[in-house]
């Protein structure tokens, strides 16, 4: 290894990092596009047109099946075998599978988010909204997550999934124990012990409902993979897809919601071309998708022997692919770190690409329009107040750990 990779990966275990990612991801699309991460023991891509064509290989060059339960392996071997409950999760699934079997998931959960489904879902969103930013309003001030950013998607995700919305609190406590381990790059036996405990306290949870579903169906995502049995639809694979939605469905909107109002704030100008251009809203969320995506990290198993840049990938190895990186690629995007709420195209990759591209996309974007119209609209004076937000030490998601604002 060269000196230049071994300050590359002091760089990205930096704490520094997580304050400001984006100098060390120019210095890795520049320098080493397709870098060998010692530390983490996988290779990182960083580049907008590898990570996009690899991303449309999934299920032929690369696997998404298993790919989390081999971070067991950082375990000590004794300790292992009491973690079998999280590589089984992770080896079923939607999020977890390769086609043939992530084809016919994909299927299924699509019906719970067509265009007519989302249609109906915006009255309720708009209500959840407006009852949120009341109660914020009389306050004065609040932190637009803990008050706000929080409970929107929480309570949009339960009733998607079929959970009854006031007990958001516990599936958050779980989502935090659970997509802790996914974020992790070099796991701790702490992080596998909380992650165990709450995924086989989701899991019983969510076997309770399917039951009552099998005889009392709504119109709601359990109902329709208790539905989909008969056609065989598994039980891991039915508890692994909803846990999935439950983690993924509502962080990374309560980031989308934080980080692109901080942008706002610290670019006055867009902020006030959006107050008066309420309609560019739609596109100004695809800018903040780009700009601070959410989900950082696609991580893949490479199903065979791949060469990316010059770079041989062996068969097994893991292949971690910076979205982060790729939409702010100067080659795809001008001017890649400026927030640009007009940027037109902007074929970003939030929501990462190919068959694995987020199916609960269509969802996120129409909470977030409707955030931020309600947000601008009954807040003209919305203004960030101390202390400097600071964000979450988390190499998956992008997100803020609080926004004090006034109103």
């Not at 999934?161 to 796991?187: C, I, T």
């Not at 929501?351 to 329009?369: D, K, N, Q, S, V």
Request: hydrophobic share 40%; with cysteine.
């Amino acid at each position: 290894m060269t000196q230049d990779n071994d300050q590359l990966d002091e760089q990205l275990l930096s704490p520094e990092y997580f304050a400001d990612p984006y100098p060390v991801l120019r210095r890795l699309r520049e320098e080493d596009p397709v870098h060998w991460c010692e530390p983490w023991n996988c290779w990182v891509v960083s580049r907008y047109t590898d990570v996009l064509a690899s991303l449309r290989q999934d299920g032929r060059q690369f696997s998404a099946a298993g790919r989390f339960g081999a971070f067991l392996d950082a375990l000590p071997e004794a300790e292992r075998p009491r973690f079998q409950p999280i590589k089984d999760h992770y080896s079923v699934g939607l999020l977890h599978s390769d086609p043939p079997d992530h084809t016919r998931l994909r299927g299924l959960v699509n019906r719970a988010f067509t265009p007519q489904v989302m249609d109906g879902m915006r009255p309720r969103i708009e209500a959840v909204v407006d009852e949120l930013l009341e109660a914020a309003e009389a306050a004065g001030h609040f932190d637009l997550i803990g008050d706000f950013a929080f409970h929107l998607p929480a309570i949009v995700t339960a009733v998607v999934v079929g959970m009854p919305p006031e007990e958001r609190h516990q599936f958050k406590a779980w989502s935090d124990d659970v997509a802790a381990y996914s974020a992790s790059n070099r796991l701790t036996l702490e992080v596998a012990e909380n992650a165990l405990r709450s995924l086989l306290e989701s899991r019983a949870y969510l076997l309770e409902i399917a039951a009552r579903r099998r005889t009392e169906p709504r119109d709601d995502l359990i109902s329709r993979l208790v539905g989909a049995e008969d056609d065989g639809l598994s039980r891991g694979e039915l508890l692994s897809t909803c846990v999935t939605f439950l983690v993924g469905g509502h962080e990374t909107t309560t980031a989308l919601l934080a980080s692109g109002l901080l942008g706002l704030f610290r670019d006055p100008e867009q902020l006030a071309a959006l107050r008066v251009g309420p309609a560019a809203i739609a596109t100004a969320v695809e800018e903040f998708l780009r700009y601070e995506s959410p989900n950082q990290r696609i991580v893949r198993l490479a199903r065979e022997d791949i060469e990316i840049e010059g770079r041989r990938i062996r068969r097994g190895q893991q292949v971690m692919f910076l979205l982060g990186s790729a939409n702010r690629d100067p080659d795809q995007f001008p001017d890649p770190d400026c927030l640009d709420i007009h940027r037109s195209p902007n074929r970003h990759l939030a929501f990462a690409a190919g068959p694995h591209a987020c199916f609960g996309m269509r969802l996120a974007r129409l909470e977030a329009e409707i955030a931020f119209n309600a947000l601008l609209r009954r807040f003209p004076k919305l203004r960030l107040t101390p202390p400097e937000p600071e964000w979450v030490p988390s190499y998956q998601l992008r997100m803020l750990k609080s926004l004090p604002v006034a109103c």
